[in-house]
């Protein structure tokens, strides 16, 4: 009776896209035409003999309780930080509480630990339920991800073909859309910029990284291990970065040496 599927993004203009999406989906085919009505003014798509209908809610709207959905779709749970969007979800979970067989599906990217408890919470339980440490026979997990324990164990497993096989269901070889040319592309510009490794593990690889970019990478920093030169009577080139609140006061001296190299 009145089934409802609500699909929940963070903001009106995510909410926006998501709807335009569906639409699209119905104006598309001439028999979801003649099923389905889009009502644009409302953002909603109705059954034309049913009661059913589906819509789309923000965190920032105004529409948000009372939402009796028998299906809730969240996407990009990463995507989701405050404490006004973590409501939304918790909303609507409960408000499915009386419905016969509800049904609430998150998708999401690895996300940053740091900035969403949301996605972090989420991802712990999936784990336990995938492992087995957690019991919760409603519950289903799929988690596509480069190997955690590899990752850490081995420093150039990121840079493999398997990792990048176990974070993307839809590779070519796994018969889907994503070219291995395309992600060894992201994979080269990683390499070359180390502030670009983040984002590759994470939308990549679908794994977690360290919350800070990284400037530089630690085997480029162990190469500037090598002892200093004598430095009197050598040219200097002295820099100075002054704090004014909780930053660091700097005072940086570099030396340059006739073969190109710099002491520090």
Known sequence: VDPRVV?????????????????????SSPLMQRTFEVIKSSKTIRHRSKAGRYEVLSADGDRNDGVRASLWICDELHRFKSQKEEGIRDAVNRATRGRKHPLGIDITTAGDPTESRLWLNEYAYACGVRDGTVKDRR???????????????????????????????????????????????????????????????????????ESESKMFTAVDWAACGAETKPLLGRRCYVGVDLSSTTDLTALVAVFPDDDGALDV
Do not use: C, M
């Not at 903001?11 to 335009?20: H, L, N, P």
């Not at 324990?149 to 150039?156: G, T, V, Y």
């Open 7 to 27: 699909g929940i993004a963070t903001t009106r203009k995510q909410a926006s896209e998501v709807f335009d999406s569906a639409a699209l989906l119905v104006d």
């Open 139 to 209: 519950y289903y997990v799929r988690i596509h991800e480069a190997d955690p324990d590899r990752l850490k164990a081995d420093p150039n497993f990121w840079k493999s073909k398997e990792a990048r096989l176990q974070g993307n269901p839809s590779h070519e070889d796994h018969g889907g859309y994503i070219t291995d040319e395309e992600l060894v592309a992201d994979l080269e510009r990683a390499v070359q910029i180390p502030t670009e490794q983040r984002k590759y593990w994470r939308f990549t690889l679908n794994a977690q990284s």
